[in-house]
C-alpha cells in the first residue's frame, strides 16, 4: 500500500494539500494537530492541490492554513478537488473587503 502526504495546517481548515500526485479513490488519513480525519477521493488530486476534508455548501468559506481564501461557488463534496471550477477566490478582491470596518 503506498503512502501518500498531504498537509493541513489548522483545525478549522475545510481543506488539505496533496503533496504528491494522489489517485482517486484513495483513502487518507489527514492529520492536523490532534485531529484524525478519514477522507476517500473521489477524484485525482495532483500535486499542490486542495480537497475538501469536509463537505460545503455555496457561500460557504473556504479555509486553507487557518485563512479564508475563497467561497464555495456549489456543494462541493468531502474528497472532492476544490480548485477555479467550485471556489470563488475572495483574497485581493477589493469588491470583497468589508468596507464598513475602513
Do not use: W
Amino acid at each position: 500500500m503506498e503512502a501518500y502526504t498531504t498537509v493541513m495546517m489548522k483545525p478549522q481548515d475545510t481543506v488539505a494539500v496533496a503533496l504528491t500526485n494522489i489517485p482517486a479513490g484513495t483513502k487518507l488519513q489527514v492529520a492536523c494537530q490532534e485531529h484524525r480525519l478519514e477522507v476517500i477521493l473521489l477524484e485525482p488530486i495532483e500535486f499542490g492541490h486542495k480537497f475538501a476534508v469536509k463537505p460545503m455548501e455555496p457561500g460557504d468559506d473556504i479555509v486553507k492554513y487557518g485563512e479564508v481564501i475563497g467561497a464555495a461557488v456549489r456543494s462541493i463534496r468531502t474528497g472532492e478537488h476544490v480548485h477555479v471550477h467550485n471556489l470563488e477566490g475572495k483574497r485581493g478582491r477589493g469588491d470583497q473587503l468589508d468596507t464598513q470596518s475602513r
